[in-house]
């Protein structure tokens, strides 16, 4: 059975592939797995029918059959586990590659969100620059670690996985800030992973819905 997953009708990052359902996409794109997209408005996420699939009113959501999920990392690993390609077959691979999963969203992606988020919420505030060049240094730490625990290598652990897919998309989040080209070897992974033809088929029709948002405003 075909998936449905939802999207934001008008995404708020402009076409740039940062929305959460572009992590899903890149996986279905991956898995080989054909799906469907529900677009939704911000009005629309709050409704009743959109609140039965996601109690917070957000996306992405999937539905498949019976099965209702939220939460991008969660839909991503069921996709790795039902599908071929996105977890090594080997237990003790597959481990660190959900292991690899579980870090970008909990210990490399807040303090990249705090950042990026404190340009909205603190806009016009007299103290908003100087909080968020003091957002800088624990993003750069993290960066580093990351960036030594890779090494030369392509890919995190091993071969591609739905681990890389949730690191890349974590720090695509950096896109413009010049902070992931400060670690040579995590831009090389960056552009390998937006080079795959799935990535480019997954951030392509994210891009169509972005551009057909434009044309209807």
């Known amino acids: ?20 359902d572009m992590r899903v996409r890149w996986a279905l794109e991956e898995a080989g797995q054909a799906y469907d997209v529900r677009l939704v408005t911000f009005a629309e996420m709050k409704e009743p029918a959109h609140l039965v699939l996601h109690p917070f009113g957000q996306i992405p959501t999937y539905e498949e059959g019976d099965l209702t999920l939220f939460e991008s990392g969660a839909i991503i690993l069921h996709i790795a586990e039902t599908r071929d390609g996105l977890l090594p077959a080997e237990p003790n691979a597959r481990a660190r590659a959900i292991m690899w999963m579980f870090a970008a969203v909990n210990t490399v992606e807040p303090p990249i969100v705090e ?3 404190a340009q909205f919420t603190d806009q016009g505030k007299p103290w ?12 750069r ?13 392509d890919w995190i652990d091993g071969d591609f996985s739905a681990g890389d897919i949730m ?3 974590v720090l695509r989040r950096l896109d413009g800030d010049n902070l992931v080209e400060e670690f040579p070897n995590l831009a090389a992974y960056v ?11 997954a ?12 044309a209807e405003a």
């Open 141 to 153: 730490k993290r960066l580093g670690e990351l960036s030594r625990r890779l090494g030369d290598a």
């Open 203 to 214: 951030f392509a029709a994210q891009y169509a819905v972005f551009e057909a948002a434009q």
């Open 115 to 117: 950042y990026e988020q």
């Open 1 to 20: 059975m075909k998936p449905t997953i939802t999207a934001f009708k008008a995404s708020p990052d402009q076409g740039q592939g940062l929305a959460r």
């Open 167 to 169: 690191l890349v998309m």
């Open 128 to 139: 908003a620059a100087e909080r968020r060049a003091s957002l800088v240094p624990p993003i």
């Open 191 to 201: 552009a390998r992973a937006e080079a795959r033809p799935a990535y480019r088929r």
